[in-house]
């Protein structure tokens, strides 16, 4: 272990003192306002690591609590001073940047011996990095005074997500509740039957997999306008366009799945005289439970999409895709901004149930086990 | 992680007392593992000296640690007590200075690589010449016979062809000393008694000093000049045997009463390490 | 061939059950709206000629195959390619920003994918985000982007080249970074006996056993690339390409100018893709691969 200057922590401090030679020039109450406390805290925390030495643990935190409590004050600062901020600004805002970018550094080597420690800072690190694409996003959309029609800064999308919560769940309701589940079941269920018809079949089978392959190329979006057309405005016509974008990838990975058990268990089961359904039902739909659930998490995503781009086409007043594409028209962006987060959140958590799901199901397999 | 170390020039090679450098000189050797499971101790208490031109076998079950050894005179593997020297000076410095050729368990040729470009690799990181790397390739794969196989792809070879090229790849560099971990255990019999013999006569002909890892007696007898048996837990040596057989040996050695004497002191070597843990 | 031809049969066999019943749906779905036409019109045909009327509507709820491919063939056939009716047009517009999209979005995957191979601190912090962005509906952006685009004045080509170059991002940085992880330990414990560089162990080992990887992930991006750039045309009312020609069809109801705008985002979804296939092959076929 050699005792040196991290670079991060280099830079800050060089930030730190143009920061406040910069600030000493400019006149005393313009601009945004706590940027001599913000390169204080800076500088303290970048000394105090320095003279920590090889703790990485006490490091890392002084450098979360100092870049975090400098960003803190900086965006508090520029509150009410859009577009006013200057070079020191930055700087000061490039300093603590640079520590929390070294905190992550020093996150990253800690060899953690639990599960749960480790798992902990699986858990810290990406979310050091998210909050400071939030972080400097405020910053610098209020520090450079961006319109925000154009790009509202995150606490404005707070601000509207708490003012809207009915608009965002009648939304949430109709999109995701209506469309992209019923259409996901249907399309899932479809797809599944499909391919055990054409495990059944090998005719079927030879000709449904390149079909279904294709499939996965195409912009099947575009059917949209023309299940508009068929089932109406309202939920339904989303919900077809969801069954045909989840028909495929479920089809073509149950398929593949069905033939992934190994000879040497086919060879034990035709021992044992096991007729068809038997072997399907206690070897081979289990074998499959990795590739069906991969093609239930694809589809998760898939649904979304599908629903949301289909209320492109024309819906009634209500439905997430419809309110993203009418308040971009209206130039709230900030309401669209919101919409986005709720579809961001309703994916991650659609795609973190059924992955739930897939480790109770296949629980024995090596990459659930760790193995 | 690959921990790769910079390219500082390692010092003049330091001659021990005798005025001869060892090529292997371990003296209390250890490591332990931290695991999820709590500390192993892979190595515990190992003191071993390999003279140049042997062919030493490290021979014991599985988790006796012979796997380990290797990969510490290699540098592959960290020590965390005792001291160990390859040709007198530390395992990185012998790294650094490409001291020795690995062969491993599998041949880990490269898929997209013909046979030549294989063994080309070594010579291409070490910055040898276009021209010299020809000869070289040449010049090995003629010696593990594998001449008229330059074109092909790995997987155009049989297992044991494969394994060969392999070796030809640790060979290419002429480094004058070669660790082979297992490198025949996964090939069938038949195979492996033929590459026994080819190993043997390549190993007269190049007079380099091999380090040899197995689990199969016969082989480490038919093999070597010493034997090193191993136990496990805590992964140690327990005899160290050396085989007076001559060094021409054809196959049907192994019927004499001089290897089946030697195979039998192995066997009972390999039991007193085991006798505890039943 | 013999693969080949096993498939040709049944993949064509179902195509034309296929067919069959696309003319079924069609008497199905228009036969209501044309029985409604004669009826006003006070004629009774007979069955023959009522089957070839619901087949020939021109805004039909379904139009049958034939109307399509006459529409697909006139409009791109007929017609001059750089035409407003022309489906050649259309496509191109399309297309191009689909091609420089997915030019940016898989340069910048592979840059990403270096980066997070190589440093510690960039693995942990930004990969869970790149994977949790697989599970959302990034689509969902694009028409904010192209609209807050519009209304700094930037239009045409390069909004909608930056959506699909963050659609074709996130596949392939992902599949690259797998790639570049692809190596065995034995070989990666091999390039350490040789004592080799960083830059040695990435040009000699990583990046060639990366390339299956990388062709893998660029066929998902270059399909994602093309429904991105559909999806784009979409908001502002675009003037060209397939996106535009779907939403003309939809406004005034030209049922078959749709069919025939999906016909050819399919072609060229299809051509993109089996470019993309064939690029790999050929990498493929250049660094020995087994024949499949």
Redesign the interface.
Known sequence: MRASLPWQIALALLAVVTGGVLQLATAPGGGPGNVWPALGLVALAAAATLAMGGRPVAQAALLFVGAHGAAWLLLSGVAGHEGQAGASFYLALSGAWLLA?RC??V???LKPAS?GEKRL??LI??L???AWVLILWEAIVRGAGIPF???PPPSAIAERIGVSTAVLAADFRQTVLKAVLAGYIIGCGAGFIAAIAADRFL??????L??GN?A????I???A??M???FGFDWPSKAAVVVIMTFFPMLVNTVVGLSASGHMERDLMRTYASGYWPTLFKLRLPAAMPFIFNAL?IN??LA??GA??AE???TPVVG??FR??TE??R?N?DM??A??AV??LA??L???VVALVERAVTFWHPSIRGG | MNAIASHKPAPAIPVTQSGVADVVAASKLGLVFNT?DGPVQALSNVDLTIGKGEFVSFIGPSGCGKTTLLRVIADLEKPTSGTIMVNGMTPEQARERRAYGYVFQAAALFPWRTIADNVALPLEIMGISKAERAERIRRTLELVNLAGFEKKYPWQLSGGMQQRASIARALAFDADLLLMDEPFGALDEIVRDHLNQQLLELWARTNKTICFVTHSIPEAVYLSTRIVVMSPRPGRVTDIIDTNLPRERPLDVRESPEFLAIAARVRDGLKAGHSYED | MDSLQ??I???G???AILVVAWYAFAVM?NGPFQRDLDRRAGETPGQLEFLMRTWSQPKP??PAPHQVAQNFYKSTFTVKPWSNRSLIYHAWVTLSSTFVGFAFGAALGILIAVGIVHF??L???????II?S????I???A??VV??FA??GITGLFPKALISTYLSFFPVAVGMVKGLRSPEVMHLDLMRTYNATRPQVFWKLRVPASLPFLFASM?VAV?AS??GA??AE??TGAVAG?GAK??N??YY?Q?ID??A??VA??LV??M??ALVGLAGRITDYAMGGRPA
């Open positions: 970018w992550v550094t996150l990253s080597m599960q800072l699986g690190i990406p050091i990095f998210g029609l154009l790009l005719f079927l089978r030879r000709g449904l390149p079909i294709m996965a190329a195409l912009p979006i575009g059917v306008p023309i508009v057309m068929w998490k998760s995503t979304l999409i949301i781009v492109f086409f024309g997430m895709g993203i594409s971009v028209g130039m962006i669209v901004w919409e986005i579809a961001a994916g991650t659609f795609y973190g | 999820n | 096993s498939k049969v049944p993949v066999t179902l195509l779905l709820t379904l510690a601190s693995d942990r912090s930004l990969m869970p985000w949790t697989q599970t959302i509906p689509l969902a952006i028409p904010m609209v807050v209304s700094i066929k399909a093309l429904v559909i999806v979409l908001p397939i779907l939403l069809g939809a109801s049922t749709i069919w705008a999906l985002g399919s979804a299809v993109l893709v």
